[in-house]
């Protein structure tokens, strides 16, 4: 057993720069930098400690991907409670651009791959098996953002349309952004035969030999072209393929459920705590 595959203490197996917790049963993984944060609550939980069952097990909060729903609601009342509250927003996630700011119209979930706010009672909710969750946050405005980036997204730079509607409604100022990109497929696993038609050439560079992609460092950059200086940007640098121990892979497991990435801002009786 190498250094790589050593389980830590906790039994979670390396985590990377992540910092990891137990909270009521359920582990989750936090960004370091973001953690400093007194004004965000924020959460990459893992699949352990929910109550679905075989290929859903446990922690699946996805609707949709097969699993019994009444576990997946059960999964996201105990996600809801190990943030502490506040009103989960969760999306209807369909790998496009639109980026929606929360509490805008009905309670039902919008169309959109990423979502905004600047109420502290909203946790923004993020369904991840590969594709990467991006949270952006803002302490100087107090503002929140929790991206879907899939490789759609990633071709389409969704993060950069999300800092840029940031920018416009909510006079956020990048050089005061930081962000957390989450566990997803790592350039170990993106692999793309079909590249030549689902990437463009100008993202070419993001391949590091025959067909596989850094997406990685794809949104490292498209952050920091939308103005996010590289040293507040942190990436969690875990495969979900490499590590369906902790998370759930599409392309690993193909049923499978979806893991759940969850920013928020901090209430006060959060910043008490
Ligand atoms: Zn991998």
Request: hydrophobic letters at 35%; charged letters at 25%; one cysteine or more.
């Amino acid at each position: 057993m190498n250094e790589s595959t050593r389980p830590n203490k906790c039994g979670l197996g390396p985590t990377g720069s992540m910092l990891h917790e137990e909270r009521q049963g359920l582990a989750l993984l936090r960004f370091p930098m973001l953690s400093a944060e007194p004004g965000l609550r924020h959460a990459v939980f893992t699949r352990i400690g929910g109550a679905s069952r075989g290929p859903y097990s446990e922690l699946n909060v996805g609707l949709g991907a097969g699993d019994q729903p009444d576990r997946v609601w059960e999964n996201r009342k105990r996600v809801q409670r190990a943030m502490g509250g506040g009103r989960p927003v969760f999306l209807r996630q369909r790998h496009g651009v639109r980026v929606v700011l929360s509490g805008n119209g009905s309670a039902a979930p919008e169309l959109a791959d990423a979502v905004i706010t600047d109420r502290p009672e909203d946790l923004l909710l993020i369904q991840v098996a590969d594709c990467q969750a991006v949270i952006v946050h803002d302490p100087v405005r107090r503002v929140v953002a929790n991206i879907h980036s899939g490789w759609r997204g990633s071709v389409a730079d969704i993060i950069g349309k999300t800092v840029a509607t940031m920018k416009r409604r909510f006079g956020c100022r990048p050089q005061h952004l930081m962000a957390g990109v989450g566990p997803s497929l790592g350039p170990c696993c993106a692999e793309f035969v079909h590249y030549r038609k689902e990437i463009p050439p100008a993202l070419w560079h993001y391949k590091i030999d025959e067909n596989h992609f850094d997406f990685w460092s794809m949104s490292v950059d498209q952050l920091r072209a939308a103005g996010v200086a590289g040293r507040r940007i942190q990436v969690a640098g875990l495969c979900t393929r490499c590590r369906t121990d902790l998370f759930y892979s599409y392309r690993g497991e193909k049923t499978t459920g979806r893991f759940a990435v969850v920013a928020g801002l901090a209430r006060d009786e959060d910043q008490r705590r």
